[in-house]
């Protein structure tokens, strides 16, 4: 059975702690891999897609990396505002529809 | 460009009435899909439509059903609303081929059965 888990669950920062979420998948044929985040009583908004293991995307303090069995969104230096819950999903070969993580609530301290 | 938009924000219902949930993709989006999202649940779909036919359909009871106009608007409705149903209902568009892009969502409605 396709299945994606997130860990942590929730994690706390101070500001400018870097540190890694993971998103790891057990899918037959991964198609794309999709970053999210997500603000309290608001929709995903879109951060990343990834196709094949190796490939890494960056977007201001976020670093996304794929390997075969698992993707890491880095956050370098985090501020207050990169607060969120932050959702993985996977697309496969053989559904149309994303399988989600639970997501990691991220918590940056001032 | 305009987002998705979802219509409207925030609903009350009491249980065993219905509900009817829109949704308006980004213009040139033939793809939509809805899903409930619980604190406990995490985002669950619902179903996804493409060029008017449901293309996919998660595991969800008979209450929940939904359509798509030719201009790509869809709609959602719940029947017989449960107090279980209360949750922030999302939907997200993408091109026409959904296999490999990635999908934008609305700010969600949020219901609330009473």
């Known amino acids: 059975e396709d299945q994606v888990t997130q860990s942590p669950e929730a994690l706390r920062l101070q500001e400018g702690e870097s540190s890694s979420l993971n998103c790891s998948y057990t899918?037959?044929?991964?198609?794309?891999l999709f970053w999210y985040r997500q603000d309290p009583g608001k929709g995903p908004e879109f951060l990343f897609t990834l196709y094949s293991a190796g490939e890494e995307k960056e977007k201001e303090r976020l670093k996304a990396t794929l390997t075969k069995k698992e993707s890491f969104l880095h956050i370098t230096a985090p501020k207050p505002e990169d607060s969120a819950t932050y959702l993985c999903a996977v697309r496969t070969d053989s559904n149309y529809q994303l399988i989600w993580g639970a997501g990691t609530k991220l918590i940056i301290k001032p | 460009k305009a987002g998705v938009t979802q219509t409207p924000r925030y609903l009350i219902k009491t249980r065993g009435q219905q509900v009817t949930l829109s949704c308006s993709p980004i213009?040139?989006?033939?793809?939509v899909s809805w899903y409930q999202q619980t604190p406990g649940q995490g985002l669950q779909f619902l179903f996804e439509y493409f060029s008017e036919t449901q293309r996919n359909k998660g595991n969800f009871p008979g209450r929940f059903s939904g359509r798509q106009f030719s201009n790509s608007r869809s709609e959602m409705n719940v029947s017989t609303l449960e107090l279980g149903d209360s949750a922030l209902y999302l939907c997200?568009?993408?091109?026409?081929?959904?296999?490999?892009?990635?999908?934008?969502f609305g700010q969600g409605t949020r219901l609330t059965v009473v």
């Open positions: 899918v037959s044929g991964l198609r794309g």
């Open positions: 213009s040139g989006h033939r793809s």
């Open positions: 997200a568009s993408s091109l026409e081929d959904a296999m490999n892009t990635e999908a934008f």
